[in-house]
């Protein structure tokens, strides 16, 4: 599927779809990174290891859960192309809606779904005329509202994820990711052309938080509803805990 091949409306359905999709895989994310901050920002399970063959296996566990974040995150920031649809990242869903009469449909539905709203009644009962005329004066004003607002986190959408592609974060991870991770390379392609920095501990995190805020943008926009990222953060932290706070350690030396 290339981007050219579609009409307007086919790309708001397909960016619908790689949102919806985008939400799950950040949540999975969440998930890793949660574990991740107890297995290797915390000393609760490396203090229980001590000095023995055993700690080569903990490394091993502890480096190969933190290495499947990075993965997963530089996956959510795979570059878009437009000869190939197929990619489920922010770039992707960016470049399907990088059109300013496709984001007025967008906002137009946004308005429509608000001034469409049925007015509500009191045990059933119809309303009487006056009170319908101020409840549409009502859903107007909101209509208006929301369109602006709206319109301003389309263009916060695309400019902090502009920043994030040409970030040190991500262009380190993603380097890392494709010469250690995704493949065995001596150079990347990058590296051909000038010295890659090498990532720092907690790069993974910047990138997590910052992909949540640019999807929660482009959720709203595209979908008109929104996720609960606070009580998925809540859950996830709360699942890690669970686990790991009660695991302990029974090593032979």
């Not at 319109?151 to 970030?167: N, Q, W, Y």
């Not at 150079?187 to 938080?209: K, Q, S």
């Amino acid at each position: 599927m290339k981007l050219n091949e579609l009409d307007h409306e086919a790309r708001i359905n397909l960016a619908s779809e790689k949102v919806r999709k985008l939400v799950d895989h950040v949540r999975h994310v969440i998930d890793l990174h949660k574990s991740n901050q107890i297995i290797s920002y915390s000393p609760k399970l490396s203090d229980q290891i001590p000095k023995s063959y055993a700690a080569h296996a903990f490394n091993l566990f502890q480096d190969g859960l933190l290495r499947y974040e990075v993965i997963r995150i530089c996956a959510v920031w795979d570059s878009a192309r437009k000869d190939d649809l197929e990619l489920e990242s922010i770039p992707t869903l960016i470049m399907l809606i990088d059109d300013e009469a496709i984001q007025t449909q967008l906002i137009k539905k946004i308005a429509s779904n608000r001034l469409n709203r049925p007015a509500p009644r009191l045990m059933g009962e119809p309303i009487d005329f006056a009170v319908a005329e101020t409840f549409k004066a009502v859903f107007a004003r909101d209509a208006a509202k929301d369109s602006a607002k709206f319109s301003r986190f389309l263009k916060s959408a695309f400019f902090h994820s502009k920043k994030i592609e040409e970030s040190e974060q991500l262009v380190a991870l993603r380097n890392f990711r494709n010469k250690h991770l995704a493949h065995s390379l001596a150079n990347t392609r990058e590296e051909l052309r000038g010295p890659i920095a090498l990532p720092h501990y907690g790069y993974e995190r910047y990138l997590l938080f910052r992909s949540i805020m640019i999807l929660d943008w482009l959720y709203l926009c595209i979908c008109d509803t929104s996720y609960d990222w606070k009580e998925s953060l809540k859950i996830a932290q709360n699942n890690a805990e669970s686990l790991w706070n009660g695991c302990a350690f029974n090593v032979f030396r």
